[in-house]
């Protein structure tokens, strides 16, 4: 029998509280666990692992990062105990080659891919392997990356990357409401209206998002936005693109999620 081929999700993760709270983005990630074929593995692409380089978690138990402050002490107890993979960090290892890949035993995850994994799988049953982001890379290289990691798919293993494809932290409206940046609003339509675009990289209105105006606003560092360029990369020809769940927060935060094939 021929392996189901694996969905690839973006999902824009937004605040740490999403792992306490129940609203309409966490109920779309616990539908989509709950409605996708089931993963033998996933691989985790989160823009809070920002490295020179690039690294693949390879331990049997990663542990569950807090990386930030501020928050309830509720959220610093939970803990996201999902096994890791050796073998399949190896296997991607080799698969990115000639690309050095680090296998690491000090990382684990971080809230970019626990905080949205917990409400997909709660029951963190689900080996999954964390992929670093190259900082020092250009956006076409990230997106060639998915390309590579493209045939996992076939092998039973689920690409969730996660990110904010609009996400300035200096502009956010703290008293929330519905006050969108203009810009915002103008650079999360622009990625939703070249989400199905098959260009190669050179020419991706996506992988060339700066040349955007409301880009340098939309995106003050890329981290946040190279997640989505995995996932656009391991799309198949023809593949349909949707989006499960989109919205702004905080004015200046979007929560977009994008789901190929």
């Known amino acids: 029998m021929s392996q189901l081929r694996m969905p690839a999700l973006f999902l824009g993760h937004g605040s ?4 306490l709270e129940e609203n309409r983005y966490t109920e779309a990630w616990r539908e989509a666990g709950e409605t996708l074929p089931r993963p033998r593995a996933i691989l985790a692409i989160s823009a809070h692992w920002y490295t020179r380089g690039t690294a693949i978690t390879a331990m049997e138990n990663p542990r569950t990062i807090h ?4 928050f309830p002490q509720a959220l610093f107890d939970t803990r996201y105990p999902a096994p890791g993979s050796p073998d399949l960090a190896e296997e991607i290892a080799k698969l990115l080659s000639p690309v050095p890949v680090q296998l690491d035993q000090e990382w684990g ?5 626990w905080g949205v994994l917990i409400k997909m799988y709660p029951e963190a049953d689900i080996p999954v392997v964390q992929l670093s982001i190259d900082a020092t890379k250009p956006a076409a290289w990230h997106f060639e990356m998915g390309r590579k990691l493209a045939t996992l798919r076939d092998q039973g293993v689920m690409i969730v990357a996660s990110g904010n494809v609009v996400h300035n932290l ?13 810009w915002a609003s103008r650079f999360n339509q622009f990625v939703r209206e070249n989400l199905a675009s098959q260009s190669e990289a050179e020419t991706h209105p996506l992988v060339n998002f700066m040349q955007h105006e409301g880009a340098s606003l939309s995106n003050p560092t890329p981290e946040h936005y190279l997640p989505l ?12 693109v949707t989006i499960p769940i989109d919205g702004m927060e905080l004015g200046a ?4 999620s994008v789901q190929v094939g």
């Open 16 to 19: 740490p509280m999403n792992v």
């Open 67 to 70: 990386d930030f402050g501020g």
């Open 109 to 113: 995850f971080d809230h970019g891919s």
């Open 170 to 182: 200096r502009m956010v409206r703290w008293g929330g409401g519905d006050d969108i940046y203009p």
């Open 229 to 240: 360029l995995y996932v656009l990369g391991a799309r198949q020809p023809d593949e349909p």
């Open 253 to 256: 935060i979007s929560m977009l």
